[in-house]
C-alpha cells in the first residue's frame, strides 16, 4: 500500500465537526431554562401559597421550554451533519 492510497483513506475517515451558531444557542438557552426551572422547583416548597402558582408555572416552562430549545439544538447538529455529509458524498466521483 503507497503513502498515496493511506492519505486518501485517512482523508475518507477524517470528520470535520462543524457547529452552527444557531445550534449552540438553542443549547445555551436550553441549558438556562433547565436550571432556571429547576431552581423554580425547588423554591415551590419553600414559597407561600401567594407565589406557590406561580413558582410551579415558572418550573414547568422552564423546563419544557428548556427541553424544547436543547431538541432544537439538536436537530439542527443532526441536519448539518446530514447537509455536510450529502455535500460530500456529491462531491465524489
Not at 59 to 85: H, K, S
Amino acid at each position: 500500500m503507497s503513502n498515496a492510497e493511506t492519505n486518501n483513506d485517512t482523508d475518507d475517515s477524517v470528520v470535520e465537526q462543524s457547529r452552527s451558531g444557531w445550534s449552540l444557542t438553542f443549547t445555551l438557552l436550553g441549558w438556562i431554562g433547565v436550571i432556571a426551572g429547576c431552581a423554580c422547583g425547588v423554591f415551590y416548597f419553600d414559597a407561600s401559597r401567594d407565589t406557590q402558582s406561580s413558582l410551579l408555572t415558572g418550573a414547568i416552562a422552564g423546563i419544557a421550554g428548556g427541553l424544547q430549545a436543547l431538541l432544537f439544538g439538536f436537530l439542527i447538529d443532526v441536519f448539518t451533519d446530514i447537509r455536510w455529509y450529502l455535500k460530500k458524498i456529491a462531491n465524489k466521483d
